[in-house]
Each structure stands twice: as C-alpha cells, then as structure tokens.
C-alpha cells in the first residue's frame, strides 16, 4: 500500500509539472557567462523530490543516527574539557596534574561524603579522651567556595600576600618553638608544600588494636610520619587533622569544613583520617592566631602533646 502511495503521489507531480512547462515554456538565457536550460532543472528538481520520496527509511537512518551520536559526544566532550581545565586550575596537589590524575579523581568522586559540614561521629574510646579545643571565635561573614578532591582547595576569600608571609612566619615560629617536639618538612599527603610534624609523643600509645596496631603516635596520619597539618601555597588554606570534638568546633564555628575523602575507603582502605578537614585562610592578621591555635589542636590528636604547655615535656 505505501509504495502504491508513493507512486500515485511520484505521478501526480509529473502532471502538475507538465502543466507548468506548458504555462511557462523553457526560456533559454544565453550569454558569455551565463547559459541556463529551465527545462533541464525543472526535471531535476522532479527527480530530486521523487527520489526523497522514494527513499527506503533504512538509507536515511545512516544520516540520522550519526546526528545523534554527535549531538550527545559533542556536549560530553565540552564537559570533560571544561571539568578538566578546572581541575588543574586548582594548582598542584596529591595527585599529578595529567589526565591521568584527573581520571583518577573523577573515579574518587564515586566515595566522597554527602556533607562536609557534618562532623565526625566520636567513636569511644578516642585517644586522647579529651578534645583539645574549649571554645573558639565564631567566624564573621559566608565560608569561603571550595572545590575539587585531591586537590582539595579554597576558591575564593583568600589572603593577601603579605598576610600569606605572617601564617608561614607563624608555623616556622611555633616549630623554632619546640624543637624537640616538631619539626618542618614538605607534607606526606600532598608531597609538596609546608609541614608541620610530631616527632615525640607525650601519651603512651595504646596496647596493640586494631585501631592502633603499635603506632609511634597516637593517630597516625600519612604513614604514620606525625604529620600535623600542610600549608597550601595557593590559598592559604590548611588540612589537618583532629579529634573529632574539635572537628566539630572547628566546623559549627565555620573554621573549616571536612575533606571530601575524609573517613572514605576504597576496598577496606581508609583513604584519609575521619577527623581530616580544611581549615580556611585567616583573611586578616588577627584570624592568624586563631588558626595556629587550631594547628595545635592537630599536635593534641596526632601524640597528645598540648603544645601551649610544652615547655616542660
């Protein structure tokens, strides 16, 4: 029935354009330039649309599917580009800044935590029982944007040169402090930038568990190197981490927010400590001592040690 359709109509136009060439008979333009047959594209056009009508649904599905693929790859495509330019415009981090590395983040996207305003939950007993942290400032204004995994860092709020010369001269000062206690290095977790660490531990550890299997901290951090805390070049930010209630200061006080893999695992790997957050860049000289005094919490967890009462360990 279709094809007898296709006929009747491939017909019915033969009529009607016969019967325009005999209102309008062919006119034959001439010229040096120009030497046009209106005859001879009347009939083209005639077979032209014929053909189109007669075309088997097959055929043009090999102009059709092609269409689609590229209008889905075509979006991806801009997408990955735009994701991955953004990822290594977060600067260096613990991961390479190749593709390689950025694939490997997109995979570790599939284990982050819903809520990094969430504290940690406060698995007893911890060791040390006790929090570090009694009370801190409430932070004034929005928490800054944040972005990305490994890295991890602060978008927008960021301090001032100068102000980023102070918090190093901060850290390098409270190590000169107790050089018995710390010491300063590039960080374990991020192998760039710098440290802090604990090089003695001022509480027994506990007796062999299987959350602390012979440690020489209390909590191990990267390799159980004492690592404190790291210091980002790029913003000023900060990650260390705490005991849990001084997490949860740190975060309800807007100081900080948790990392995005901290407490995850990978095939019964823990990636980062539960207790593993940001802290963000002091935006003035006077946020500075607020932030070291949340750095000495991290010297509290990692081996016990009240660094504002270290003078005579």
């Not at 860092?153 to 918090?167: E, F, T």
């Not at 930038?193 to 007796?207: K, M, W």
């Not at 390799?223 to 404190?228: C, K, S, V």
């Not at 935006?283 to 040690?305: C, L, P």
Request: hydrophobic fraction near 40%; charged fraction near 15%; proline fraction near 9%.
């Amino acid at each position: 029935m279709a094809h007898l359709t296709v006929n009747k109509v491939s017909l019915t136009e033969k009529v009607l354009w016969s019967k325009l060439r005999a209102a309008h008979p062919p006119i034959k333009l001439q010229s040096t330039l120009i030497n046009i047959d209106t005859s001879a594209f009347l009939d083209l056009e005639t077979n032209n649309f014929s053909n189109i009508l007669t075309t088997p649904a097959s055929k043009l599905g090999h102009l059709f599917y092609p269409t689609i693929l590229i209008s889905i790859l075509l979006p991806a495509y801009r997408f990955i580009l735009k994701d991955y330019h953004a990822f290594l415009a977060l600067g260096p981090g613990g991961t390479p800044s190749t593709f390689a590395g950025y694939l490997r983040v997109t995979y570790l996207r599939l284990f982050t935590i819903r809520d990094p305003f969430q504290p940690p939950s406060l698995a007893l007993p911890t060791c040390p029982q006790g929090s570090y942290l009694s009370r801190l400032p409430q932070r004034s204004g929005p928490r800054p944007v944040t972005a990305g995994i490994a890295p991890h860092r602060q978008l927008n709020q960021k301090c001032s040169p100068d102000l980023h010369r102070a918090l190093r001269k901060a850290f390098h000062n409270l190590a000169a402090g107790y050089p018995s206690l710390l010491r300063k290095g590039n960080s374990c977790f991020e192998k760039h930038g710098l440290a802090l660490f604990l090089s003695a531990c001022a509480q027994s550890a506990p007796p062999d568990t299987a959350a602390h299997p012979t440690p020489s901290h209390l909590n191990p951090t990267c390799q159980d190197t004492g690592e404190i805390c790291h210091l980002h070049a790029s913003d000023s930010s900060m990650h260390m981490t705490l005991h849990p209630l001084d997490a949860a200061l740190v975060i309800a006080s807007k100081w900080g927010e948790r990392h995005p893999l901290a407490g995850c695992s990978i095939h019964g790997k823990r990636l980062l400590p539960s207790g593993f957050v940001m802290v963000y860049a002091p935006r003035e000289e006077s946020e500075i001592t607020t932030v070291m005094e949340i750095v000495k919490a991290g010297g509290w967890w990692v081996g016990g040690v009240d660094l504002g009462k270290a003078e005579g360990l």
